[in-house]
């Protein structure tokens, strides 16, 4: 792919056993690659004129560079060939095989990052950066759940006992943890040109709870409710949206209506959500990154704060670079 106004020299690698391609002079439409702190695997999407020499299958790697730096390591999982001989591919990073893969996990007195690592190893997943505030997990049984979900767990937990947020995400081929505030960047965005399109949404449908009840585990007709909370005037305000959680016993009261009281903290509030179409990508924005963002006149508001990015898509295609955002604005 040819150097484009944005500057940067964009490069696509195929890597099949002891070979290695340059697929960008074969490229057809660019290429798009997502990324997220949600638990989703990043992803990259482009599409290959079949020429007969640059030879892939699935499970090999795909790399995206620009100006020498990775930005995407994966694995092709899907081809789909045209009578065109065009050849559209998708590739998925390690985060893929986090939601795909089950386990049973049993452990006590781990960090988040011990855990991280140790699926890790018996996965055989590369590991990067690494934080979790050191908190020790004391004890945690997690039967049939995802790897993602066993994580994210051990992370929110980890993340609750600091006051702090971890996330997980791939970077360039590596499982990272972060946290939020680390992330933090000196950029920008405003509605001045650059931001080309927006979409600002409010939703108490999907994430919005008010009230918490905490069962401990067992068999239907055994369920204790162990502990409950709510916020008598957003049940008032909205009707119940109730919070169902199977916790373990080992958990005391004092713990239980931390939980409760931490959920509802976290949960009871009106989800806003942002959505930034910018026609000036920057490649050193990415998923997790928490941006100020200048938009006057936004809806009942005008925002002008830190909003945290939490997924993000850089489309390079026709010599430009737009990048897609969604962002959370948290209330405050």
């Given at each position: ?6 500057g940067?020299n ?31 695997a990043g ?18 790697e795909?790399?995206?560079l ?7 390591s ?6 789909e ?12 990073d ?8 089950r ?31 050191g908190?020790?997990?004391p ?33 360039a ?6 946290e ?15 931001t ?9 449908s999907?994430?919005?709870f008010?009230t ?11 369920e ?7 916020r ?13 959680r199977?916790?373990p ?21 009106v ?8 026609i000036?990508?920057?490649v ?6 928490s ?29 430009e ?12």
């Amino acid at each position: 792919m040819r150097r484009g106004e944005w500057g940067l020299n964009v490069q696509l690698l195929l890597r099949h056993g002891n070979a290695v391609f340059d697929a960008t002079p074969i490229l057809t439409d660019g290429v798009e690659w997502s990324a997220s702190v949600l638990g989703r695997a990043g992803k990259l999407r482009f599409s290959v004129v079949r020429d007969g020499i640059v030879n892939f299958t699935e499970g090999d790697e795909a790399i995206l560079l620009a100006d020498g730096e990775t930005l995407f390591s994966g694995w092709v999982m899907t081809k789909e060939r045209s009578s065109e001989q065009i050849i559209s591919v998708t590739a998925y990073d390690q985060m893929f095989y986090l939601a795909r893969n089950r386990g049973t996990y049993v452990y006590q007195n781990k960090t988040a990052a011990e855990l991280v690592q140790m699926v890790a190893v018996d996965f055989g997943l590369r590991t990067g950066e690494i934080r979790d505030g050191g908190w020790k997990i004391p004890q945690r049984i997690e039967e049939g759940e995802t790897l993602m979900d066993i994580l994210l767990s051990a992370l929110e937990i980890s993340g609750k006992a600091a006051g702090r947020e971890f996330f997980l995400f791939d970077r360039a081929g590596k499982l990272t943890v972060k946290e939020r505030q680390e992330m933090a960047v000196q950029a920008v965005l405003r509605c001045d040109g650059g931001t080309s399109e927006y979409w600002y949404k409010t939703d108490i449908s999907r994430d919005t709870f008010n009230t918490v009840r905490l069962y401990h585990a067992g068999r239907k007709e055994n369920e204790r409710l162990a502990t409950e909370a709510e916020r008598a005037g957003q049940v008032e305000k909205w009707g119940r949206l109730q919070y169902y959680r199977h916790v373990p016993y080992a958990l005391n009261g004092a713990q239980l209506r931390e939980m409760a009281e931490g959920i509802l903290t976290e949960k009871c509030r009106v989800k806003k959500e942002l959505t930034l179409e910018n026609i000036n990508g920057d490649v050193m924005l990415f998923a997790g990154n928490s941006v100020w963002v200048d938009i006057p006149d936004l809806a009942e508001i005008s925002l002008q704060g830190m909003a945290l990015i939490e997924s993000c898509t850089h489309i390079f295609r026709d010599g430009e670079h737009r990048t897609r955002m969604d962002m959370r604005i948290e209330e405050g």
